[in-house]
Structures are given as structure tokens and as C-alpha cells.
């Protein structure tokens, strides 16, 4: 009998140790690319524009410095990036976009017509820096504003 008890409870931490490895850890990136352009200038009676949502391929690299990249002719602007790019996700007709990505620092950028682009900078002149840490999702609003005047 106590053979019996001892050989079932054995089964059953066997499963339930199998399932708990089966389990996976995930974290990436939960965002939204905005595009704002015309005049934003605030005022009297104007409400400041929230941006409208877009559809973009988003271009996520291993973080990137300004040094490790070529600029193009103009403002916020990438020719080229020379750092490894890691994935490439599109937003939806809603802006919205998710990607799965392993621990550690990334950089982002949107392709359109001039090149790469992106206009946020940490101290170290890391481009539109971003944080994955282990079991955790980020949440990242990137705005497309290079049509835009404050």
C-alpha cells in the first residue's frame, strides 16, 4: 500500500514539475506609431493633436548610437544603419504593433520614403532607445513628427 501511494505521488510531481519547465517566460514590446504633421503650435482654444494612427514597418535593432549610423540629407533621418538589425514588425491600420524580443537594450526606427527614421536620444546618443527585461512587456508610442511644427 505504501508502495503504491509512494510510486502515484511520484507520478504526479514527475507531471507537474514537466509542465512547470514547459511554461516559457515571454517579454517584448507592445506599441503604437503615431504621425502628426501641420502646424501644432498651441494656442488659445487648441487642443494639442494626439497624432493619427499609422501603418509602418518598424525596424528594431540592437541598440544603436549615432555613430553607428549615416545620416541622410535631411533632419531625423538614416540612411544607413550599421548595427544588427534583430526584427521587423508591421503596425496594423490601427498603429498597433507587438513583437516578442529576447532581454536587453534595442534601438527603433521607421522606414519611410527619406530613409530610417527616428528623433528620440538617451544621454549616450542611443537612438529611440528601448528596454526588454526578462518576463516584462514595454510599452513604446513612437511619433512620426518630422512633418509637424511646434
Do not use: C, H
Not at 107 to 125: C, I, P, R, T, W
Amino acid at each position: 500500500m505504501i508502495f503504491k501511494i509512494s510510486f502515484l505521488f511520484g507520478i504526479l510531481l514527475f507531471t507537474t514539475l514537466s509542465f512547470a519547465q514547459k511554461k516559457k517566460v515571454t517579454q517584448g514590446i507592445n506599441g503604437k506609431i503615431l504621425w502628426k504633421a501641420g502646424n501644432l503650435m498651441p494656442g488659445p482654444g487648441v487642443k494639442p493633436s494626439k497624432g493619427s494612427p499609422v501603418v509602418r514597418e518598424i525596424y528594431i535593432y540592437e541598440l544603436t548610437s549615432d555613430k553607428q549610423t549615416e545620416a541622410a540629407e535631411e533632419g531625423s533621418f538614416y540612411r544607413k544603419i550599421n548595427s544588427k538589425l534583430v526584427k521587423k514588425v508591421k503596425s496594423d491600420k490601427k498603429g498597433l504593433f507587438s513583437v516578442l524580443l529576447p532581454p536587453g537594450y534595442y534601438s527603433l526606427f521607421v522606414k519611410e520614403e527619406k530613409g530610417f527614421y527616428a528623433n528620440l536620444f538617451d544621454d549616450a546618443m542611443n537612438i529611440n532607445p528601448v528596454q526588454i527585461r526578462k518576463g516584462k512587456w514595454d510599452t513604446f508610442e513612437f511619433v512620426i513628427d518630422y512633418a509637424a511644427v511646434y
